[in-house]
């Protein structure tokens, strides 16, 4: 994976983001949050770039709806919700069976 560091990208309080495979970040990533971007990587690939970026717009609108609260909505995405639980366990893209991310659909 390609961390390219600078001084804009990601706009305000983010610390990364992915962007088709390559991650930008403004400061130096731990172990657990290059995790969390390697785990965004697998979902890119599985929806096939596009597919990803469409569902991710789309299911937070949807969030935004339901919980009036942007950084709850963005907490609740199904790909935030898997990267952020797993992101700790730098064993799981090894064993992560293919559309994880589905499983966190549910609701919090
Ligand atoms: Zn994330």
Request: aromatic content about 20%; some cysteine; proline content about 2%.
């Amino acid at each position: 994976m390609i961390t390219i560091k600078n001084r804009f990208i990601p706009f305000g309080t983010y610390k990364a983001i992915n962007l088709f495979g390559l991650v930008f970040t403004k400061f130096p990533l731990s172990h657990s949050e290059l995790n969390h971007e390697k785990i965004h990587s697998r979902q890119l690939v599985e929806l096939l770039v596009i597919g990803f970026y469409l569902w991710y717009v789309v299911e937070w609108l949807i969030r935004i709806i339901q919980f009036k609260d942007l950084k709850r909505a963005y907490f609740n995405i199904c790909f935030e919700r898997e990267a952020y639980a797993n992101e700790a366990n730098l064993n799981y893209l090894k064993h992560r069976k293919w559309y994880s991310s589905f499983r966190y659909l549910k609701n919090k």
